[in-house]
């Protein structure tokens, strides 16, 4: 039962990283960025090339190095999502959102498709791979390293609240989710704003590919199909648009399928999330703790 | 409900196939001044450089003003060429004529699998051409045609042609269960939560025993015997469904589709029910891609969870935005191109996909009304 509850909240955490991206996104500019999940998958290959090029790591000092690895490809994706917006998405902006929609499903092709052609169709097996100490806690088995990943994603997200809720940039950030025309006027540089959240949101997506990496081991270039797909749920369950909500969104996806799967068994994992997904929009299509939003005329 | 006679003024069946183009006259005067509704109310993000602000021509935003470029010139003497009434005739003399050119068993197969391809790029365009529905799990739908048919055919040996009313009900319950809570949500919701049904259906498929597991349905009996005459009953069909969708959009459904896609607030305050119009464009298209499945079981004779992917979906959707998104003539060759190309372009088969995703982007951004626009006296948008 413990046991459940903790892969839950493990799962959880990966999906409440990458569904951040996507939130942010969508609350700033009402796009859901389809590359989101593949700005993860671009991660997990940053990854993946700079410790393949940094040669092998030594088992003793591969959690440092692998934090190390952490903030290179956070920066990496980061930049690759700046530059997604600023050739896919900025020249669309005023566009009818069908348009965007079907941009960003080209993005995410192109993305996947490409790392293909880079990378080869073939999985990869990550450089490093963490396993090891076992800890008991309340009957529950997780190691170390799992405690680590948690931890990090946890750091991450709340340094992300704290931007958003207490700094001048989060500030314009919120205000541009309101108004776009209005915090042009009050000086807001929307743009430049517009860019620094995709570069947060695709760093937080690439952090989560590099610890799926090292957690997994394995990874290929449609890792991040399911996972985009996985966070939106997320992000719609907790309530899209807001932080805290997408974390506990990601979070309670993660219990939910730790649980489906007991029941259910382990083949019916994605359908048993998409039903769920399917259902929440059915009732509760605000999420749980977002706000009622109309499209406004 | 969707009765093809509504449009009194049909010159024939046979001009249906040239789409839902109006006669040339009618493109350039409306363009140049936005209309009120014809702005982007949805679009509650717009960046301050958003053209509704600004005069028509100094804009910044690239995206409108291209997409008015093709409509607001008069058409040229290759658009009015492709205006041309007889456009759908010709395609389907083109079609009828090709075994005649190469009929070696590899280019029917081709052949084949382009028509089937064609139907369900006409089915999706009912839903995102004329609607404005984003389908990012239309192969779903697909799947559900062809899996009905087969387990059935194959279960109780049944002729495939015994099985398509049995289909027709699945897809239409398949639409409905999918269409329903979700088509109440803003659009792109919907497009998430079909991209969501499309992988359910297909694991699925993969799970349960009566549809085989990984392995799929094998032994699908034939419709016809004989490649060749099973291309040309094959050409027929896709010739009618295309005809059939293109004979839609123009009837009163199809106005209100196109309604409901241009502005849907507007439309609902014009007194259109705009869910059940947009869960009609939905129901049929889940019927186009049914029917299109069951012509794919009877292709193949063998069908598995692979041929249902995303990737699948993807392309058809390619197709529908190359050719030019409700412009059934643009559609049909949108397919066609999509459908041939890889066959043509082996040597890259790696890149391809790599170079439809950038397709898709660069279609979107330099020319969103695709290669054969649509043209009608309403507004494009």
């Not at chain 2, 030019?324 to 397919?335: D, F, H, L, N, W």
Request: charged content about 10%; some cysteine; proline content about 5%.
């Amino acid at each position: 039962m413990t046991q459940l509850v903790w892969n839950g909240l493990f799962v959880g955490s990966f999906y409440a990283l990458v569904a951040l991206g996507y939130s942010m996104v969508y609350g700033i500019i009402k796009l859901l960025n389809f590359a989101h999940g593949d700005l993860y998958m671009l991660g997990a290959f940053t990854g993946f090339a700079i410790l393949g090029a940094a040669g092998g790591v030594s088992s003793s000092a591969a959690l440092p190095v692998l934090l190390a690895v952490l903030l290179a490809t956070m920066v990496i994706t980061g930049l690759a999502g700046v530059v997604l917006e600023r050739v896919a998405y900025r020249p669309l902006r005023g566009a009818p959102r069908l348009s965007l929609l079907i941009t960003a499903v080209g993005a995410s092709f192109a993305l996947e498709y490409g790392m293909r052609v880079v990378a080869g169709a073939d999985p990869r097996v990550y450089p490093v791979r963490l396993g090891g100490t076992t800890l008991e806690v309340f009957g529950a088995r997780l190691t170390v390293q799992q405690l680590t990943l948690v931890a990090v994603a946890v750091v991450l997200m709340a340094g992300l609240n704290l931007l958003v809720t207490r700094t001048r940039e989060g500030r314009a950030m919120r205000a541009i989710a309101l108004d776009p025309r209005t915090s042009a006027l009050m000086g807001i540089d929307v743009n430049a704003v517009i860019s620094r959240t995709f570069f947060l949101g695709s760093a937080l997506a690439g952090a989560a590919g590099v610890m799926a990496g090292a957690y997994y081991g394995k990874i290929d270039f449609l890792m991040g199909f399911l996972i985009g797909l996985k966070a939106f749920t997320a992000a719609v369950i907790g309530g899209i648009g807001n932080i805290p909500g997408t974390m506990l969104g990601g979070l309670l996806l993660g219990l939910l399928e730790s649980f489906g799967t007991f029941w259910l068994g382990g083949e019916w994992r994605d359908v048993f999330a998409f039903g769920v997904l399917i259902l929440f929009l059915t009732v509760r299509p605000t999420g749980l703790l977002g706000e009622r939003v109309t499209e406004r005329v | 409900m969707k009765g093809p006679g509504q449009d009194p003024a049909a010159p024939g069946p046979d001009s249906a196939l040239s789409g839902s183009d109006a006669p040339p006259e009618t493109g350039a005067p409306q363009e140049s001044v936005p209309s009120p509704g014809s702005g982007s109310p949805a679009e509650t993000g717009s960046a301050p450089g958003s053209a509704e602000a600004r005069p028509p021509g100094g804009s910044r935003a690239t995206g409108p003003k291209t997409r008015l470029r093709g409509t607001t010139k008069p058409p040229t003497v290759a658009s009015r060429l492709l205006q041309n009434r007889w456009a759908g005739l010709a395609g389907l003399l083109v079609a009828i004529l090709a075994p005649f050119v190469n009929a070696t068993p590899y280019a029917l197969s081709v052949m084949t699998s382009a028509a089937i391809f064609v139907m369900l790029a006409a089915g999706l365009n009912i839903v995102v051409g004329y609607c404005g529905l984003l389908d990012l799990g239309y192969a779903a739908f697909f799947a559900v045609g062809a899996y009905t048919s087969g387990v059935l055919a194959t279960r109780f040996d049944l002729p495939l042609l015994a099985t398509v009313p049995a289909v027709l009900v699945a897809t239409v319950i398949a639409g409905i269960v999918i269409g329903a809570p979700t088509l109440r949500l803003r659009s792109d919701y919907l497009a998430v939560v079909t991209l969501g049904f499309g992988e359910i259906i297909r694991i699925t498929a993969n799970n349960l025993e009566v549809t085989g597991g990984p392995s799929g349905v094998y032994g699908i009996p034939h419709l016809v015997d004989g490649p060749v005459a099973f291309y040309y009953l094959t050409v027929a069909v896709v010739a009618v469904a295309v005809a059939g969708a293109a004979r839609l959009g123009r009837s009163r459904l199809g106005r209100a589709w196109r309604f409901v896609r241009e502005d849907e607030d507007a439309a609902e305050a014009m007194g259109v029910h705009t869910y059940r119009v947009k869960l009609a464009a939905y129901i049929a298209g889940a019927i186009w891609g049914g029917l299109a499945g069951v012509l794919f079981g009877a292709h193949l004779s063998a069908i598995s969870p692979a041929s249902f992917t995303f990737l699948q979906s993807a392309l058809v959707l390619m197709a529908v935005v190359l050719g030019g998104m409700g412009s059934m003539p643009g559609v049909v060759i949108g397919a066609i191109v999509i459908s041939i190309l890889p066959e043509i372009l082996r040597d890259l088969a790696d890149h391809r996909f790599f170079l439809f995703g950038v397709l898709l982007i660069v279609v979107m951004l330099l020319r969103p009304q695709g290669l054969w626009p649509a043209r009608s006296k309403e507004a494009l948008k």
